[in-house]
C-alpha cells in the first residue's frame, strides 16, 4: 500500500487524486493534506481519509480546523506545507498547490527523498533548474501530472531520449482561439472562465484562454525532458483526444490518446510503472469523426511567443514571467485590467528585466518577489 500526501488537496487536481485514491482504495493511504483555507472540505476528506496531518497555509483557519479535529494534527502556514510535504511516513507526495507558492514544498518533498507526482507547473517554471538537480541528486521520481506531460511520458516509455526529433504539446486553444482581434478585446471574466473541455482552477483557466498554460508547459517539457527549446511544438487540438505525442528520428510519431480528464494522468503517476483498472471508460473511437491539429496564432495569443522567448533566453525570465503572469491574472479577474492588456503588460515587463542566474530557492523567490511587485503596478 502506498503511502500519500497532497498538498493542494481542496482543488480541482486534489479533489481528483482523492477521487483515484477512493476507486483505488486497498493501493492507497493518505498521509497528509495540505490547502490554502478551505477547511470545510479538509475536515470531510480527513474524516473520509484519516490523514496523520493537516496543514492549512491560513494560520487563523489552521487553528479553527484543530479545535474541529482534535484527534489530528493540525499546523499552519508555509512550515505546516513543509510539514506536509516531508512527512516521515509519506512515499510519495502530490503537488497540487495552484501557483509558485507550491515551489518551496515541493522542493521540501525532494529534499526529503519523496518521489513527486507533479501537477504544479509553476515549480518546474520558476525554479526547474533547482527542483530537476535536486531530484537527480536524492534519486526521486518526478513523475508528470499535467496531461500532456504525462503523454510524453508514456509515448517515451523505454525509449532512447537521444532519438528524439519532437515533442508536440497538443492544446485545446481555450475558448477564443477562432475569435479576431477586436473580439478578443472585449472579453469578458466569466467569459474566460469558460473551458471547453475541462473543469480546473481559475488560474489555469485563464492561463489556458491567453495560451499561457500551454506556455508554462512548454517550458516544463524542457526541464522534464531535457529537450531544446526548437524540438517543443505546440499545435492547437480543440477535441483533445491527443494529448501530445513525440516524433522520433525515424519518422514515427507515438501519440498518447484518451477522454479529456485528468483521471489517467493523475492515476498513471501513482501507479507508474503499473496500469491499474480506472473508472474512466476508454474513447470509442467509432465515434470520433475528426482530429484536428493546427498552428496557434501567436499574435492573438502572445503569451505563448513570451514563454518560448523566456524559455530561449534563460536564465531568470521564465521565473519573472511566471510570477508577473500570475499577478495580471489576478488583476484580470478582479477586472482591474482587461484580456488583452494580460499579455501586453507581460511583454513590456519582461523587456524591462535584466536577466540574472538562479543559483538557490533565494534567488528564485527574490525574482518571482520583484516580479509580483512590477507586475502590481504595471
Ligand atoms: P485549484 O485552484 O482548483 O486548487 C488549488 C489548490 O491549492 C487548492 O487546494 C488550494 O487550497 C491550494 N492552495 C492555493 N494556495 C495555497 C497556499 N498558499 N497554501 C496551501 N494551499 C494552497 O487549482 P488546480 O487544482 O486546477 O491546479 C493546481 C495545480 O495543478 C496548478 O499548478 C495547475 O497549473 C496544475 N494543473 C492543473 C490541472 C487541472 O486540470 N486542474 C491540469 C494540469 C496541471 P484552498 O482550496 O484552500 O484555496
Ligand atoms: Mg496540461
Known sequence: ??????????????????????????????????????????????????????????????????????????????????????????????????????????????????????????????????????????????????????ALFQCLNGENPSTINRLILTASGGPFRDWDLDRLKQIKVEEALKHPNFSMGAKITIDSSTLMNKG?????????????PEKIEVLVHPQQIVH??????DGAIMAQMGEPSMIVPIQYALTYPNRIDSPLHPIDLKKLRLLEFTAPN????????????????GGSLACYMNAAN?????????????????????????????TQTLRSLDDVLHIDAEARQHASYA
Open 1 to 150: 500500500m502506498k503511502k500519500i500526501a497532497i498538498l493542494g488537496s481542496t482543488g480541482s487536481i486534489g479533489t481528483t487524486t482523492l477521487q483515484v485514491v477512493r476507486h483505488l482504495k486497498d493501493a492507497f493511504r493518505i498521509t497528509a493534506l495540505a490547502a490554502h483555507s478551505n477547511i470545510d472540505l479538509l475536515e470531510q476528506q480527513a474524516n473520509e481519509f484519516s490523514p496523520e496531518l493537516i496543514a492549512v497555509y491560513d494560520k487563523a483557519k489552521a487553528s479553527e480546523l484543530q479545535k474541529r479535529l482534535p484527534h489530528i494534527s493540525v499546523l499552519g502556514g508555509l512550515e505546516g506545507l513543509n510539514a506536509v510535504a516531508s512527512h516521515h511516513e509519506t512515499q510519495q507526495v502530490v503537488s497540487a498547490i495552484s501557483g509558485t507558492l507550491g515551489l518551496t514544498p515541493t522542493i521540501s518533498a525532494i529534499q526529503a527523498g519523496k518521489d513527486v507526482a507533479l501537477a504544479n507547473k509553476e515549480a518546474l517554471v520558476s525554479g526547474g533548474a533547482l527542483v530537476m538537480a535536486l531530484a537527480k541528486e536524492k534519486g526521486c521520481q518526478l513523475l508528470p501530472v499535467d496531461s500532456e506531460h504525462s
Open 244 to 249: 501530445s505525442m513525440v516524433e522520433f528520428k
Open 216 to 228: 508554462l508547459e512548454v517550458i516544463e517539457a524542457y526541464w522534464l525532458f531535457g529537450v531544446q
Open 298 to 313: 501567436y499574435d492573438s495569443f502572445r503569451c505563448l511567443k513570451l514563454a518560448f522567448e523566456a524559455l530561449r533566453h
Open 326 to 354: 500570475e499577478v495580471l491574472v489576478h488583476r484580470f479577474l478582479k477586472r482591474q485590467i482587461g484580456w488583452m492588456e494580460i499579455s501586453q503588460k507581460l511583454e513590456h515587463l519582461m523587456l524591462g528585466h535584466t
